[in-house]
Structures are given as C-alpha cells and as structure tokens.
C-alpha cells in the first residue's frame, strides 16, 4: 500500500520568509510527485510537479526530489499572505492520474 | 473555458437517504475522477473513467455507492443507503492526454453531511 507522509502544521512564517513543506513516500518504485495548493473551501489545483532527482524551480516555487531518500520538499521564496493554504503532496499511484495524496500541511503566512 | 462543474454544492440528508451527485468535466477532458475527501486529509480516488468505461473503481465502496458516466461527458455518483460516515467533500475532477502530468482539475466539490 503506498502512503505519502506529511506534517499535518500548521506551519506558520512570517511575510518574505521561506517556507519548506516536505513530504515523504513508502514506495522506493514510486517516479513521479506532485504539489497541489488548496484554499480553504476550495479545490485543489496543481502547483508543480517533479520526476527527477534535484531541484525544480517555478518563479518562487522549488520542487525539490531525492530518491534514495525517499522525500520530496517544497520550497516558497517570499512567502505571502496569499500563500496561506493548505499543499498536498501527490505521488503517482502507477496508473495515470491516479495520484495518491498526503494529507497536507496547513501553511500560514503572517502579515 | 468554463471548469469542471459540480452539483449540488452542498447537500444534508439523514441517515439511510439517498444522494446523488453529478459532474460535468472539462470540454475535451476524456478522463473523469470522483475523489472523496475528508476534514483534514488529503482527496481518495473513488473511481476512474476513460472516456464511458471504469479502468478504476477498486476503492469503490460498491454496496452502497454507485457510478456512471453515460456517453464519456457528464458523471454520476450515487450514495443508497447513506451512513453518518459518509459525510465529506466528493470532489469530481477531469484531465486530457496533452496536460502536464497528474494535471487534474477538479471541481469545486459537493460536501455531504449525514445526519
């Protein structure tokens, strides 16, 4: 059964600071992993994704993946009030689309 | 472009009712999701369409949910007889081949409390 691990937080940081959610993962097989951001009351929506060992840079957003470690990070650059949310991390579950979601880290950004 | 679209929003029923929910994807998007998510976890894939055939529906609880998606757009879920622990947000959710990977846009979802 594969599972992805993450600290529920709430993970508070101030406005402009960085912010690192991490992730981890059961199945050393898994390839492919994905961050989506909800709001509160909202739908998910894809932020980045990643597939190979290293980091993965998206304006202020890095992705970062190590297989042998079996973890996966996201990391925020000037963190604003407006990334205040909650970001599931997401492995492929081996079949297209059928991602297999942690339970989120609720993250806050304080003005 | 409109989103994918979900209705109802929000639905109360007591224990042992019936419910039903419906999505409408993405124009285009062949493949459909039904997701179920609970307070404070992450969504759980309920079942999966390509186009009108289920390729995915092993964590359907198939006593008493059901699902269809006539002619490869819309989508129907189905909940008969519903229990207390039913209540959650089922999120309804579509992607194409050419999107980026694990690129699902979901709906807005219907969030059903069980009474």
């Known amino acids: 059964q594969k599972e992805v691990e993450q600290n529920s937080g709430p993970l508070s940081v101030p406005e402009g600071a960085i912010a690192s959610l991490n992730c981890t993962y059961s199945?050393?097989?898994?390839?492919?992993f994905f961050w989506y951001r909800q709001y509160s009351g909202k739908s998910p929506e894809l932020i980045m994704f990643?597939?190979?060992?290293g980091d993965k840079e998206d304006g202020r957003f890095t992705a970062q993946l190590n297989k042998a470690s079996q973890y996966v990070s996201l990391l925020i650059r000037d963190s604003q009030p407006s990334d205040s949310a909650t970001y599931l991390c997401a492995e492929d579950g081996g079949s297209q689309g059928n991602l297999i979601f942690g339970k989120g880290t609720k993250l806050s950004v304080k003005p | 472009e409109a989103g994918v679209v979900q209705s109802p929003r929000y639905k109360i029923i007591e224990k042992k009712q019936p419910v039903a929910f419906w999505c409408n994807p993405i124009s285009g998007h062949n493949t459909l999701y039904w997701y179920l998510q609970n307070l404070g976890q992450g969504p759980e894939l309920l079942i999966r369409y390509e186009n009108e055939e289920a390729v995915d529906d092993s964590q359907l609880p198939k006593d008493r949910f059901s699902a269809e998606r006539l002619k490869g757009v819309d989508s129907t879920l189905k909940i008969q007889p519903a229990e207390l622990g039913d209540s959650a947000v089922y999120l309804c959710a579509s992607s194409f081949g050419g999107g980026a990977p694990g690129e699902l846009f979901f709906g807005e979802g219907s969030r059903l409390t069980v009474l």
């Open positions: 990643i597939y190979s060992n």
């Open positions: 199945d050393r097989g898994s390839q492919s």
